[in-house]
């Protein structure tokens, strides 16, 4: 698996629309150490978004 492979399994995951048929795949052809990176970035991304969110809605 590529790089953007990953990103999209990642996403998909996060959003809860994985497929059984790409969870599978992931499981067969993926390195768990690119998904623990990229689901940790993920994660930071998200909760930096939530923050700023929040930051600008109350002052």
Known sequence: M??????????AAFFGVQSDKNRARDLQD???SHFIIISIIA???FIAVLVTVVSLIIP
């Open 2 to 11: 590529n790089f953007i492979s990953t990103l999209k399994s990642v996403a």
């Open 30 to 32: 993926g390195k768990l």
């Open 43 to 45: 994660v930071f991304i």
